[in-house]
């Protein structure tokens, strides 16, 4: 099945700078690659994703972007603030199949 | 729609005990995944499901560890003799049947067990 690898295990920025995790995968048929954010004592939700045929994706301080060539895609958070802590996880899936997510990127952002 | 119901949301077991930890997907769901995760951990993949059928069960132990999703009623996680171990919070996740358009998986709120 597909395995994703996910980059930084943990990750602290001041407030106001911008945070990257990255995410590789390794089936080159996966075509949906969703990001989750989970707050302390709850389950993951979605915050955004993108599908293949685009190659970022931007929904007002957060952003995606997908390199189909080396199969690896990014969460780029800007401006951060004291709520976006929280552990994100990154995941691939192809055709609504065998969805897999990575291990988990701890964020922590210092006011 | 309720969302993916898991249930119970905590769960305390001796050692030696059962536990079973359900999980009713989404209203038309017709994937399960199961997930493990430790506290300040991420999510450690156990078994992927579809109704009557164990797709991938490559991230379960293969000893006291068995899942099911039985073509009517929820996805069923089944640990027998749990050891301190065990304890840890697990989700699961539903998502559509496959298909060409991609949408998320929706998690259940987790189960908390606790071996005692």
């Known amino acids: 099945g597909e395995n994703v690898e996910q980059h930084p295990s943990t990750l602290s920025v001041q407030e106001g700078d911008s945070a990257v995790i990255k995410c590789t995968y390794s089936?080159?048929?996966?075509?949906?690659f969703p990001w989750y954010k989970q707050e302390l004592g709850k389950r993951p939700q979605l915050i955004i994703d993108i599908r293949s045929n685009v190659g970022e994706k931007k929904d007002q301080r957060i952003a995606v972007t997908l390199n189909k060539t080396a199969k690896h895609f990014s969460l780029h958070i800007t401006e951060t603030q004291p709520e976006d802590s929280a552990v994100y996880f990154c995941?691939?899936?192809?055709?609504?199949?065998?969805?897999?997510f990575g291990a988990g990127t701890r964020l922590t952002v210092k006011p | 729609n309720a969302g993916v119901m898991q249930n119970p949301r905590h769960l305390v077991r001796r050692r030696g005990q059962e536990a079973r930890l359900r999980c009713s997907p989404m209203?038309?769901?017709?994937?399960v995944y199961w997930y493990r995760q430790l506290p300040e951990e991420g999510l450690k993949f156990m078994v992927y499901?579809?109704?009557?059928?164990?797709?991938?069960e490559s991230g379960m132990p293969k000893e006291r560890f068995s899942a099911e999703f039985p073509k009517e009623g929820p996805s069923i996680l089944r640990i027998q003799q749990v050891v301190r171990g065990d304890s840890a919070a697990y989700f699961c996740a539903s998502s559509p049947q496959g298909g060409p358009v991609n949408t998320e998986a929706f998690f259940g709120q987790g189960t908390r067990l606790t071996v005692v």
């Open positions: 995941a691939a899936s192809k055709n609504n199949n065998d969805m897999r």
């Open positions: 499901l579809q109704k009557e059928n164990i797709i991938d």
């Open positions: 209203k038309g769901h017709s994937h």
């Open positions: 089936d080159s048929a996966s075509n949906y």
